[in-house]
């Protein structure tokens, strides 16, 4: 099997937009409209968004994002694999990938917010199994029962990143 590529990518590219409205479809279909934190193409395009698709042979896979919080802090947002390359270790890449980002960018702490509700299980467990922990909100993000947010401290010793 051809290896996984990850590049940042424009969210506005056609294949890259339908992922998008697949992941915006889920989460509205299993979440309550306020507590739906998935970000659109607009808000991907913030500077402070840095958006990454995962490719096999030029066919779109996975999607996932690291928007900068401060400089030393990150959260990642709008992981998803497609649903034919469910199982396949897509978003286990993808959220390596990302962690590789985050210490190349010597963040000290990864964040991130995911839904509570069953159909969210499969990503809770995927982040929990890489090291992140349950944690306290934090930006925006409040206690209630549709959302869990999730924290893993990064190494920001002088050998990563160079």
């Not at 698709?53 to 709008?78: C, H, N, Q, V, Y």
């Not at 934090?138 to 869990?148: A, E, I, K, L, Q």
């Amino acid at each position: 099997m051809t290896q996984l590529l990850f590049a940042t990518e424009d969210p506005r590219t056609e294949d890259v937009t339908a992922l998008l409205e697949a992941h915006l479809a889920f989460s509205r279909e299993t979440s309550p409209a306020e507590h739906v934190h998935a970000l659109d193409v607009d808000r991907l395009l913030d500077p402070a968004v840095t958006f990454f698709t995962a490719r096999r042979d030029g066919l779109l896979l996975g999607m996932g994002a690291i928007r900068e919080l401060d400089p030393t802090r990150a959260e990642l947002k709008s992981m998803h694999t497609h649903q034919s390359a469910r199982g396949q270790g897509v978003g286990r890449a993808m959220v390596c990938h990302l962690l590789s980002v985050a210490a190349d960018r010597r963040y000290s702490w990864l964040g991130l917010e995911t839904g509570t509700m069953a159909a969210f299980a499969p990503a809770r467990s995927l982040y929990l199994s890489v090291g992140f922990t349950v944690c306290e909100p934090f930006g925006g993000y409040t206690v209630n029962p549709h959302s869990t947010c999730m924290g893993l401290p990064l190494e920001r010793s002088s050998s990563v990143g160079g």
